[in-house]
């Protein structure tokens, strides 16, 4: 962490300055309806530099052909959609900050999945944080989220993803009733940036191949999709795409839905990097270890983190049935330090989401910025969090 700047924020640090920061938020990305913490997470040069080369070396991995085609079995028959690329254009890579050697910090991969994030509430969140930290003593300047330090460039590599080329009235940011999202905010912020609207899957009209949306009473045609559809909240809702998704399309899409399969939980057995614990198939367990304390149990493709147990017990995994078992993992226990400090001392766990692009032209990824979740509860995530202070979503500055 970047202490010249903690201790500074940490002095200042009072209620109204969090609420000025959530004002200046809102006024650019709409109200926000979920924790929203009470400070960005200030990162060092070195950290920055081991989240990204830890990220693109994992994905280096993942990305040898030999492996590709045993990931891609992933992909249920009935979800198999024509027209995959050779690598997915965005993708996720959250590592928990544990304690390093001599002290430092270490990133210990918790999941990952090639699949949009909240690219651009992230650089609405630096805008907001920087409008109160420009005032605050020993700050007071301008701080960056992007990794390569030049925002024009950073949202010009998310633009070219995004929409690719297209005009943004072809591009739809396609998701379940957007509107009542909690990812809202994001959507707001990458109409303002990208000029990309938000679209329900259900609302979405086909005529054979082509598919089109309604807007201010004309037929505007789709051509692009930055695609934001889960698929367990898709069965969950028994919503349906006005397609069969095993038939081709006359759209290219960001990032292609069967990555969101192949790229996902399920890579965690086969990944070799000393940033990822070890990581089984229930199905693949010769047996089950005698002690389950230093073990979570997750499924493979649940989302934040619904499913997962952390107290795991023998019976939780005697549970699940036989059919299912290729479907959940159990994974190494990582030990998060408390690596964030409250004006009161209280230490604060994180995770830090390395987000990458990889535009339609680009054959590498791109590390853009970090998303951050902190925690003083058993896991991340509001349920395991209420009634806390300094918890939820943030980003990360330097």
């Known amino acids: 962490m970047d202490k010249t700047l903690r201790q500074p924020f940490n002095k200042a640090w009072s209620q109204d300055l969090f609420l000025e920061y959530r ?25 920055c530099e081991h989240l990204q080369k830890n990220a ?134 990458t109409r303002r940036l990208y000029g990309v609207d938000a679209v329900c899957v259900t609302k979405i009209q086909r005529e054979g191949k082509r598919l089109f949306r309604e807007k201010d009473g004309k037929r505007i045609p789709i051509k692009r999709i930055y695609n934001r559809l889960v698929f367990d909240e898709l069965e969950a809702k028994k919503e349906k795409a006005p397609w069969d998704w095993r038939e081709e399309l006359d759209v290219t899409w960001c990032s292609h839905p069967n990555w969101y399969w192949t790229w996902s939980k399920f890579v965690l057995p086969h990944l070799q990097h000393a940033s990822v614990p070890r990581t089984t198939y229930v199905s693949k367990l010769r047996e089950i270890p005698a002690d389950l304390s230093g073990y979570v149990l997750k499924p493979l493709f649940s989302f934040a983190g619904t499913g997962v147990i952390i107290d795991v017990t ?72 209420k009634g806390l202070t300094w918890v939820g979503g943030t980003v990360g500055l330097f």
């Open 23 to 47: 004002r200046a938020l809102e006024a650019l990305a709409g109200p926000i309806p979920y924790a929203l913490a009470e400070t960005p997470l200030f990162l060092d040069a070195p950290l």
């Open 56 to 189: 693109l070396e994992i994905l280096a991995q993942l990305s040898q052909p030999s492996l590709l085609s045993t990931l891609k079995k992933a992909i249920p028959a009935h979800y198999d959609h024509p027209g995959m690329d050779a690598l997915p254009n965005c993708v996720q890579v959250d590592f928990a900050l544990c304690p390093g050697k001599d002290g430092r910090l270490e990133g210990k991969l918790i999941e990952m999945q090639a699949f949009p994030s909240l690219y651009a509430l992230m650089d609405q969140k630096c805008v907001a944080w920087n409008t109160v930290l420009r005032k605050v003593p020993g700050i007071g300047r301008d701080l960056t989220c992007f990794f390569n330090r030049d925002t024009a460039k950073a949202r010009a590599k998310v633009g070219e993803m995004i929409v690719a080329g297209e005009d943004p009235q072809h591009v739809v940011l396609m998701d379940i009733h957007p509107e009542e999202q909690k990812t809202i905010p994001d959507f707001e912020a």
């Open 314 to 385: 023998r019976k939780d995994i005697d549970n699940i049935p036989a059919d299912q078992r290729d479907g959940w993992v159990l994974q190494e226990k990582v030990t998060y330090a408390h690596a964030l400090p409250m004006p009161d001392g209280t230490g604060v766990k994180a995770e830090v989401r390395v987000m990458l692009a990889r535009p339609p032209k680009d054959t590498a990824f791109t590390p853009i910025l970090p998303l951050v979740r902190l925690s003083r509860g058993k896991m991340i995530g509001v349920d395991h969090n």
